[in-house]
C-alpha cells in the first residue's frame, strides 16, 4: 500500500561522503520538492485493520486470473450536463441501489511474536463487488498479509475469498469468491465530477459496522497527497469514513461508483477529511490485475535496493551512512552494498526519492545515475526494465 506521511530528514547527510573529501567536486544534486500538501501537517492515516505478516503468494496461487470479468459500465454522456451539480442528492436511494455491492472483508494473519511464539491477529475492511461472477475490489492495505479472507455480503451471506492480484503503489487489490449473479457496482466516471458534487460513501467502519451509509459532497479533486511512500492523487471528501471503510465505495447521485475509500486524516483538530482512490484510476489497474496479475508498464532500475533509515539498522548493515542501497545488482553492474546518489539529477535519500525520480519514465529509457562505492562517487547509465511483480 505503508509509512507515515511526515518525512524523516537527512539533511545531516546532505553531501553523502565522508569528511576525507574523497568524493571529486561537483555540483550538487537538485532534491526534488515533496508534496505540500498535509506533509507534516496532518497524519494520513490508513483505514484498514488488517495485518501485515501472512503468506500472499499462497492466496495468489489460489486464484489464477481470469479473464471473463464483467465491469458494468455507467451510461453517463462523456460531458456531464450543467444541470447535474444541481442535482439533489437522495441518501436513500443510493443506499436502495448501491448497498447490496459493498461487503464486509475480514482477515486473518499469522504474526510471530518473541521468543518466535506465534498468533492469529485478524483485521477488517471493506470492498466492492466489480463483477457477477465474484470478483471484488478492496484496497492492497485491508488484505496485505492476510492467511485467510472471508467476505460478507449485504445479504448476510458469508464467503472464503481467494487473492487475485493486489497493488502497493495504487493501494488497490481484486480478490474473488465463488458466485454467479451477485450484485455489481456500476462504474461511473470520476474526470466528470466536479467540486460541491454531493456523494454517498459506503462500508464498513471500525469493523462491525457493515452497510453504514454516510453522505457528503467532493471537497476537491486531484488532491496529492502521501499515504506510506506513495504520493497519490485521490478525491477529497467531507463523507464520514472511519477505520474499516478502506475498500469501499463512494458513489454519485446516481449510485454510479466513482471512487474506492482508502484513507482518511486524524488529529484532535481535524474533520472531514476522507480521500478516495478515483474510480478512473482504479479502473485501469483492477482490469490489469484481473487479466494479468500485476500493473504493467512501471520502470525499474533492474536492481533490488533496501532503505537504511536509523543509526542502529546502519550499524547492523556495516554501511557508515543512511540511504538506499544495492542489496542485489543483477546485471545492471550496481555491486551489493553501493549507495545510490543521485538519478537523473535528483537526490537519493529514500525509496520515495527513486519512485519520484523514475516517474515519468518507462522501460527502455535510458538514466543516469551515480552511486557511491567505497566513498568513491561513480556515474552509470542504465536502460530501465519493466517492474514485475515478486515471485
Known amino acids: 500500500m505503508y509509512e507515515d506521511s511526515n518525512y524523516n530528514s537527512f539533511s545531516d547527510f546532505s553531501t553523502r561522503l565522508d569528511a576525507s573529501g574523497s568524493v ?206 506513495e504520493h497519490m492523487t485521490l478525491l477529497q471528501t467531507n463523507a464520514a469514513v472511519n477505520p474499516g471503510n478502506s475498500g469501499g465505495g463512494l458513489f454519485d447521485c446516481q449510485a454510479h461508483l466513482i471512487g474506492i475509500v482508502n484513507s482518511k486524516s486524524s488529529g484532535s483538530d481535524v474533520e472531514g477529511l476522507g480521500f478516495a482512490i478515483p474510480i478512473d484510476t482504479a479502473r485501469k489497474v483492477i482490469e490489469q490485475l484481473i487479466t494479468q496479475g500485476y500493473v504493467s508498464g512501471r520502470p525499474s532500475l533492474g536492481a533490488t535496493l533496501s532503505e537504511v533509515t536509523s543509526f542502529r539498522s546502519a550499524l547492523w548493515a556495516g554501511v557508515s551512512r543512511l540511504g538506499v542501497y544495492v542489496s542485489d545488482g543483477g546485471t545492471t553492474g550496481l555491486e551489493n552494498g553501493d549507495c545510490l546518489y543521485s538519478i537523473e539529477g535528483h537526490a537519493i535519500e529514500t525509496m520515495t526519492d527513486v519512485k519520484s525520480a523514475l516517474a515519468g519514465h518507462a522501460p527502455g529509457d535510458e538514466i543516469t545515475l551515480q552511486f557511491i562505492r567505497r566513498d568513491k562517487l561513480f556515474e552509470l547509465v542504465l536502460t530501465l526494465s519493466e517492474q514485475l511483480p515478486a515471485k
Open 24 to 229: 571529486p567536486d561537483m555540483q550538487p544534486a537538485v532534491r526534488k520538492k515533496r508534496h505540500p500538501f498535509l506533509s507534516g501537517a496532518v497524519l494520513v492515516v490508513l483505514c484498514g485493520l488488517s495485518g501485515y505478516i501472512g503468506a500472499r503468494a499462497a492466496l495468489q496461487n489460489s486464484a489464477p486470473p481470469a479473464p471473463n470479468v464483467v465491469i458494468q459500465q455507467s451510461t453517463v454522456s462523456e460531458k456531464m450536463p450543467d444541470s447535474f451539480s444541481s442535482l439533489p442528492l437522495n441518501a436513500a436511494a443510493v443506499a436502495a441501489a448501491a448497498s447490496n455491492c459493498v461487503v464486509e472483508i475480514t482477515t486473518e494473519s499469522v504474526q510471530t511474536g518473541s521468543y518466535f511464539n506465534q498468533y492469529v491477529t485478524t483485521g477488517a475492511g471493506s470492498g466492492v463487488i466489480i463483477s457477477p461472477n465474484g470478483y471484488i475490489v478492496t484496497n492492497d492495505h485491508v488484505i496485505s498479509g492476510a492467511n485467510s479472507i472471508s467476505v460478507r455480503l449485504h445479504d448476510g451471506t458469508t464467503l472464503d475469498a481467494a487473492l487475485v492480484a493486489t497493488d502497493a503503489q495504487t493501494d488497490l487489490a481484486v480478490i474473488r469468491v465463488e458466485g454467479t449473479d451477485l450484485p455489481a457496482a456500476v462504474f461511473g466516471k470520476s474526470a466528470d465530477l466536479i467540486v460541491g458534487q454531493p456523494v454517498v460513501a459506503i462500508g464498513n467502519p471500525l469493523g462491525r459496522l457493515g452497510g453504514t451509509v454516510t453522505d457528503g459532497i467532493i471537497s476537491a479533486k486531484d488532491r496529492v497527497i502521501t499515504v506510506g511512500e
